[in-house]
């Protein structure tokens, strides 16, 4: 889920009690200045088995960043996460470190943020489901996804709003009952993670 926990009045508490309903895990992919006054959201979600990455400070694509300003906002944004992460996780607190995800705003990377994220140890997360919601039609969105999604598919939806892609919530729904009539079920990306190297 992009642009979590969202701007001006996000269905943070909607989407966490649909995820819950279908048994399903998400990745929320974490605005560092999005994050004032929503904290509640933050910790609910972590409570619930949920994972919270870095998406950065802002909704900009940083390609045209140096290496210096986007470490810093790289690290700025994971500073806000880690007071979120439980002990289990955090790398300080645990011989087995997390998987840090990051997802690029607007699918952009640059040499440079490769570089950064290589040796912040950051996995970059992509999508192959992109669930096209920046058209408003719910119906479309959601017959899309479930016609392209798959077993190990990453689908990518942005946080649903009140009055801006309040449809979302909508579409989450139908996506998460219409995989479950396919035997298929919503994990978070590191859980992906692991069940994919169990399988190797």
């Not at 870095?54 to 994971?78: Q, V």
């Not at 449809?167 to 729904?173: A, H, I, R, S, T």
Request: glycine fraction near 8%; proline fraction near 4%.
């Amino acid at each position: 889920m992009d642009d979590a926990p969202g701007r001006g009045q996000p269905l943070t508490e909607e989407v966490l009690n649909v995820l819950e309903r279908h048994g399903a895990t998400c990745s929320f992919f974490i605005v560092s200045s999005f994050v004032n006054g929503r904290e509640k959201f933050m910790r609910d979600a972590v409570e619930k088995g949920h994972e919270l990455c870095n998406h950065g400070g802002e909704d900009i694509a940083y390609h045209l960043h140096d290496e210096s300003s986007f470490r810093k906002i790289l690290c700025d944004c994971e500073k806000v996460l880690g007071d979120f992460q439980p002990a289990s996780v955090r790398p300080q607190e645990s011989s087995e470190c997390r998987v840090k995800w990051f997802r690029p705003p607007h699918g952009k990377v640059s040499r440079a943020m490769e570089d950064v994220l290589d040796k912040e140890g950051y996995r970059v997360a992509m999508c192959d489901c992109y669930g096209m919601d920046v058209i408003c039609k719910p119906t479309y969105i959601s017959n899309y996804i479930l016609k392209h999604a798959s077993e190990g598919s990453i689908v990518l939806l942005h946080m649903p709003e009140v009055g801006f892609r309040e449809y979302n919530l909508q579409v989450l729904e139908k996506v998460l009952r219409g995989l479950k009539l396919r035997g298929l079920r919503c994990v978070s990306l590191s859980q992906l993670e692991r069940m994919s190297r169990a399988c190797e």
